[in-house]
């Protein structure tokens, strides 16, 4: 077997408490690598058509990558996905933590969990036995709550837990799951996912972690990054969102659902400002030496439980400016809120912003609200909303179905302001700022992830990061409102690289450019590889996912923007910028031909799936 791989999958059917594991060959493992391609892999093979993605036949993966717990800085994630009930498409999101690395050591690349347990049940892995048991006392438990039980219940402090709350247990369709209570995969409700299979938490504790091939070659590495920590300045000193008074100038920053420029607390909701004000510290993930997660506690007006971390720049946007909410104290007590329920704080901002436009536009009532003032800035309402979508109560059964059922159900024109694609909500940044990111989000299988798309500001001027696409061809600045064929050559590099990513699975943050990356495949697999098989291998993921959502009843027609994006925001530095909905549509097709896709539908032609090796994907995108 290839260095970095146990070579094994384990199989957990809930239904009828049957566990078994499935033997993955060196093959396999390079073709689709680990993480998002096993994802990808397993879900067109394995789901059928049309099935209720809250249902038993659903599958919930979690995934490894072969670079997963190796000493290497950025190797602490693992990947998870599902059917989306938030979508009904193709969902995964990576996570971080201690939780990957030691399900690693417990000797397993990867588990599929189907079926429902009739009773609340927990998975245990240890050194590679695993075992379900009764969890009818951690049910209605957070994170914290059951990962502590847990920890007392099998007598070892160390065991790493991913766990769900109420969020996910209610089925919350933007639930997500925790990895050692501050890490979170996020996107998609893959929380709701877990919490309908009646699936508390995987508890796992290892002691044997696989050789890599090369462990001098990966040494080196590892030094390098060390030896140039200083490129990770801004993320050691602040984590994410420490550039919010910049955002706010240059007009990234979502304010008031995406529809305003202008928000004067910026400042007040920055990263700097959570340093100088409630900050305790920062922590990391395994073998990380950046250190870049919050660490906040405070008593008055509300105690904030520092074991949930602090919020990161998509929490302080999406519940801050988006909401129109300046509170600093408050915004860190609904990160915890959400942390404990685990609700994705992105669609919960997005969700949110949209019901407070709803309001303002009476579309929603205080009739429709038990008497509350969803007002954008009413910091009150924002924080009663959380509880009560996590709960499913009053109002907040409409909002756990997310925006794009919200729309359907209020209707009133809201439907062009309901900022996700494909039932997705959207990540914290701007398309009419950034045109590549727009284009990314209408084309991610996952739909509006920032995560899975491009920074275009990046890549206008020279830098580290036009630097790393020179290998590729990319050879001069490409301008951030570009939507010619450069910029969709440049985004097509960039998800391939980033699916390379997700599958290893290697954090996104890291300055390691594609030749590295691919020197670090090789140091660990002991493969031969270079960055044309490196990239070919992104191709092919980005093209199965993109197979499940055309089975799954996707079209081309999905591949959009929110209305909002083709007009200008009302104030600041985008009050004349907007998306050009006919490049937009022009670029999205010049991509599926780059892709080998039809140009017209977006559907990956057959001679594509022969390329990538992987023909036996058009009986299963027609099954």
């Known amino acids: 077997m290839a260095g970095g791989y146990n070579g094994k ?53 979690f995934a490894l990558g072969p670079v997963t717990g190796a000493a290497l800085p950025g190797s602490g994630r693992n990947c998870i996905g599902a059917k989306s009930p938030l979508t009904g498409g ?24 189907e079926g429902k347990a009739e009773r609340p049940v927990y998975l245990r892995i240890h050194d590679g036995e695993a075992s379900l048991h009764d969890a009818g006392h951690l049910w209605g438990k957070s994170p914290k709550e059951a990962q502590n039980s847990l920890r007392a219940e099998l007598g070892d402090e160390r065991i790493r837990v991913a766990a769900i709350g109420i969020g996910g247990e209610n089925q919350v369709r933007y639930a997500c799951i925790a990895n050692d209570l501050r890490n979170f995969a996020g996107r998609g409700g893959l929380g709701a996912v877990m919490g309908s299979k009646n699936l508390k938490a995987i508890a796992v504790r290892g002691h044997k972690m696989p050789a890599v091939a090369q462990p ?55 990263a700097r400002t959570i340093k100088d004000t409630i900050r305790t510290g920062m ?25 949930y971390g602090g919020p990161e720049y998509e929490t302080l946007a999406a519940l801050g400016s988006n909401c129109g909410v300046g509170d600093l104290k408050a915004l860190a007590k609904a990160n915890e809120l959400c942390s404990a329920y685990t609700l994705d704080t992105i669609s919960v901002g997005g969700t949110i912003a949209f019901a407070m436009e709803c309001f303002e536009k009476g579309l929603l009532t205080t009739g429709d609200t038990d008497g509350i003032e969803l007002k954008f800035g009413n910091v009150d309402a924002m924080l009663e ?14 909002l756990a179905q997310g925006t794009a059922r919200m729309a ?30 727009g284009l990314g989000f209408a084309l991610h299988p996952s739909g509006a992830d920032h995560c899975g798309a491009m920074h275009d500001e990046l890549f206008s001027a ?29 985004l097509r590099y960039i998800q391939q690289g980033r699916s390379i990513g997700d599958s290893l699975v ?33 191709r092919r993921i980005l093209t199965l996912a993109r197979l499940f959502n055309t089975r799954e009843g996707f079209t081309a027609s999905d591949d959009r923007l929110p209305a909002r994006f083709f007009s200008p925001k009302t104030g600041g530095a985008l009050s004349k910028s907007a998306i050009d909905p006919e490049k937009l549509e022009k670029a999205k097709h010049y991509y599926y031909l780059l892709m080998g896709w039809d140009r017209e539908t977006g559907v990956p032609l057959p001679e594509t799936l022969e390329e990538l090796d992987i023909p036996w994907a058009v009986e299963e995108a027609r099954a």
């Open 462 to 490: 020279e830098g580290r990061d036009l630097e790393r696409m020179k290998s590729l061809g990319i050879l001069e600045p490409v301008p951030a409102d570009d939507l010619g064929p450069r910029k969709v050559s440049l």
């Open 385 to 398: 909303m959380i509880d009560r979508i996590a709960r499913r109560k009053g109002i907040g059964e409409l």
């Open 408 to 437: 359907q159900e209020i209707g009133g024109g809201s439907q062009a302001f309901a900022m996700g694609v494909k039932g997705l909500e959207a990540g914290m940044h701007e398309p009419r700022l950034k045109a590549g990111l």
């Open 90 to 113: 193709f969902a995964k999101a990576e996570v971080g933590g201690f939780w990957g690395a030691e399900l690693k050591r417990a000797g397993y690349d990867a588990i599929i969990v």
């Open 9 to 61: 999958l384990l199989w957990v059917n809930l239904s009828d408490g049957s566990l078994s594991t499935e033997e993955l060959s060196e093959l396999f493992c390079r073709r689709y690598l680990g993480g998002a391609g096993f994802v990808s892999y397993y879900l067109l093979k394995e789901v059928k058509r049309g099935i209720d993605p809250l249902g038993p036949d659903n599958k919930l993966i």
């Open 216 to 270: 001098e070659k990966l040494k080196e590495y590892r030094t390098w990054l060390l030896e140039n920590i200083t490129l990770m300045e801004g993320f050691r000193k602040y984590g994410t969102g420490g550039a919010m008074e910049r955002f706010e100038a240059n007009g990234n920053l979502p304010i008031h659902n995406f529809r305003d420029g202008v928000f004067p607390d910026a400042k007040l909701i920055s």
């Open 283 to 307: 922590e990391g993930c395994f073998a990380c030496p950046v250190r870049c997660k919050k660490v906040i506690e405070f008593t008055e007006p509300y105690p904030v439980d520092p074991d």
């Open 506 to 538: 290697l954090c996104s943050f890291f300055p390691y450019d594609y030749q590295q990356v691919a020197g670090i495949i090789s140091a660990v697999t002991g493969w031969n590889t270079g960055v044309v098989e490196m990239m070919t291998t992104g």
